[in-house]
């Protein structure tokens, strides 16, 4: 009997929650109907993108509240209305998310009354089961009656604020051009940073090496000397040259991957970054090797992790897990330092972002002031 109290009460304060939004929706209509009328006057029309966000705010309670009751998550997908007045209303006016939201407010017009059901149900069930269960240790037939108006609540709710497939779409194909920028933003700056190298790495000291052998050149008949000292500092600036090229192509593709793996080049990785750092491998050695450019993306986003470790965490150690996974590779590099890693602050999180979306990846950065700092990037291929 008191577990089904204690139910009945929980489900209570779900449903005077649930009667409170109701009542909110319903004054909320007095806002739609002026909007309606002054964008059909055309004067307000600028209202109708602040009506339809604050619609959303109120879709997005409810589903909150839904999933709190049900444990079930409902997923949103809204385009974002930014912009000029003139591609907001565009946006609202187009937006599956839009359609859904309204469809959604209509009928909950009708069943937000669900919680006032159990007004009476309360006396009743105090009545009946006490005598039913209390006395007669039957089961509970009227108070359980509670609890089910409000996973009624939850069912309507999260069937009618389920996002459409064309919204899912929808939302799908606006990520992918932002994804898309954000590669071709990366994509420009790798090649600006090459070009850069080359520039003033490489091609400087090819030059130099030009204009000291042709100096020997010169001076090689009158002074031999000379020459060949000329010649000894071309041979230098020549391995200079080769070092600079090979730094150059580090950056494009690590040759190390190529030779030893992502696990190998990581373990090399880790030996060399200062820091005691732990490899754990699962799986990634056994089979087919995931693709060149997963790879790469995997061991600069390692990289990129164990330096801002080095230069900012404070801890002596650090680990990295490798892990095959059925959709692709799952990469989770952490250290015990002192935490508060902004990606507001520099351009290395950043850039990891954009090198990982590129590849329709995720990234997952945890760092509390206090510490520890995981980063966990899953990239997706077919193995």
Known sequence: MWKTLRQAARATVQLVAVAILAFGSYIFITVLLITATVSLAVVGIGMLPETVLLIRRIAGTKRRMAT???GVEIPEAYLPIEGRLK?????VVRDPGTRTDLRWML??????????????LWPVGLVVDGVWSGLLRREAVVLPLISRLADLDASWSAALLKPSPKAQLVERVEQLKATRADAVAAH?????????????GAQARLVSLSMRI???????DRDPDAARKLLEDAQDQAEEALTELRNVVRGIHPPILTDRGLVGAVRALASSSGLEVGVVDDGVEDGVRAPAAVEAAAYFVIAEALTNAAKYSGSPTAWVELARVPRGLKVRVGDHGQGGADEKGGTGLLGMRRRVAALDGSVDVSS?????????VELPCVW
Do not use: N
């Not at 042709?214 to 090689?220: I, M, P």
């Open 68 to 70: 709190e009751w049900s």
């Open 87 to 91: 591609e907001k209303l565009r946006i």
């Open 107 to 120: 009928a909950h017009y009708v069943y937000g009354a669900l919680p006032l059901l159990m007004i009476p």
């Open 188 to 200: 420009g700056a790798e090649l600006r940073r090459i070009e850069r190298d080359l520039h003033d």
């Open 214 to 220: 042709g100096l020997a050149k010169r001076a090689y």
């Open 368 to 376: 509390p002031v206090g510490g520890p700092t995981v980063i966990e």
